[in-house]
């Protein structure tokens, strides 16, 4: 299963995805992937029967809600599901940017504080605050 699943080309995809964040790490403990930082479990994947790529990650109940009665790609986690676990079907054509935030914000509810806030520090995040202020300092003079 694994080298089947590491020449997927969404595979890779989703993990190059995963490989940005702070201490995740892939894990395969029960013939698919799940990624985990800090020991728990923050997204995973496989493919459905039918041959359609199928990431599990965490939510907000409110966002779940949310998507789950108004998009049909999206489900409640059967195991998950209680804490705000959702399935997302990625179908031929996904929006990668949408499934990147996802996973990303998956990850900020899983990860611990420190972790999480590592994010903020990145590098595209801090470009806007130093236009901000160099904006404040322009004003001044």
């Known amino acids: 299963m694994a080298s089947r699943m590491a020449s997927d080309p969404v595979h890779e995809r989703l993990l190059a995805i995963v490989k940005k964040l702070p201490e995740a790490v892939e894990d395969w403990p029960w013939g698919s ?13 496989s493919r459905d029967a039918d041959g359609v790529m199928s990431v599990g990650l965490r939510t907000t109940p409110e966002l779940q809600a949310t998507l789950v009665s108004s998009d049909p ?41 420190r972790l999480a806030r590592l994010l903020e520090r990145a590098p595209t995040r801090k470009a ?12 001044k003079h």
């Open 128 to 139: 806007p605050a130093k236009k901000q202020a160099s904006q404040r300092k322009a004003r």
């Open 73 to 113: 790609r999206f489900s409640i986690a059967k195991y998950t599901g209680k804490y705000g676990g959702i399935d997302l079907r990625l179908g031929a054509r996904p929006n990668w940017a949408e499934v990147e935030q996802l996973i990303v914000e998956s990850y900020r509810i899983v990860a611990p504080k």
């Open 33 to 45: 992937i799940h990624c985990k930082v800090a020991g728990k479990i923050f997204v995973g994947w």
